[in-house]
């Protein structure tokens, strides 16, 4: 009895021993499992291979850049009325291509976007003296001068750059009109000046001001002295840079 007895706890123990075994192979087969698909994982990583919902997860930069962009500008050049010979040192932004014209050229050119010219239904002389006196009546009525055009599905545009000339210390009025005609609200706004010795002047406020729905970049606007506009491609490839673009 004693000698049946033990040969049964001998059996029982053996069975016991199998059984901890089988469950060791088990961890050890589904940690091994585990470390070879993370080991997959990353190797797709730095192969470039990524799964459809870890791409959805991360942020696309690609979706980002592809932002639509409108450069709108308004320039002398493109609203004179050219009568006679015109001084090219005396009015410079006045002959084609205007100062702010070509600066709107190269901001296209890098971003990629829709060019648009801000024209005026009633074009203004191209005699300097008499463009500011014009611009300064228009400045002391705060008029809206009319506009040849709209822009057409201003609703597709996410990012809008504004080019403009400082006239008598601001902004010319029909960028206003502009502004006040196309519906701006909600898009990220950038802003680049040639000027003469007045700089910027009041012309960021105001535009601001005009945009109250819209996140204008305030305090990172190009600007160039007129002299040095023909010459400031590098600077104003660099602004952009730094904008992002």
């Given at each position: 009895m004693k000698k049946q007895t033990t040969l049964l706890l001998a059996l029982l123990l053996a069975l016991s021993l199998t059984a901890c075994n089988?469950?060791?192979?088990?961890?050890?087969?589904?940690?091994?499992?585990?470390?070879?698909?993370?080991?997959?994982i990353s190797e797709s990583v730095v192969s470039g291979e990524v799964s459809s919902s870890e791409e959805e997860s991360a942020p696309s930069r690609e979706s980002e850049q592809q932002s639509r962009v409108l450069v709108a500008y308004f320039s002398w050049a493109d609203n004179a009325v050219i009568e006679g010979e015109v001084d090219a040192v005396a009015s410079p932004s006045v002959v084609a291509p205007g100062n702010v014209q070509q600066l709107a050229g190269w901001v296209q050119e890098q971003t990629g976007g829709d060019l648009f010219?801000?024209?005026?239904?009633?074009p203004y002389p191209?005699?300097?003296?008499?463009?500011?006196?014009r611009a300064n009546e228009e400045r002391s009525e705060n008029a809206r001068p009319a506009l040849t055009e709209t822009v057409e599905a201003m609703s597709d545009y996410d990012v809008v750059f504004l080019g403009y000339p400082n006239w008598w210390y601001g902004s010319p009025m029909a960028?206003?009109?502009?502004?006040?005609?196309?519906?701006?609200?909600g898009k990220q706004i950038y802003l680049f000046c040639s000027h003469g010795t007045?700089?910027?002047?009041?012309?960021?406020?105001?535009?601001?001001?005009?945009?109250?729905?819209?996140?204008?970049?305030?305090?990172?606007v190009f600007d160039v002295y007129e002299e040095d506009a023909a010459s400031s491609e590098n600077d104003i490839l660099n602004w952009l840079k730094g904008v992002g673009y």
């Open positions: 089988s469950n060791n192979e088990t961890t050890v087969s589904s940690s091994g499992t585990l470390q070879n698909r993370q080991s997959a010219s801000i024209q005026v239904t009633e191209s005699d300097w003296d008499e463009c500011l006196a960028l206003l009109s502009f502004i006040e005609q196309n519906d701006l609200s007045g700089g910027l002047a009041k012309s960021v406020d105001e535009i601001a001001s005009a945009l109250p729905e819209s996140a204008v970049l305030s305090e990172n």
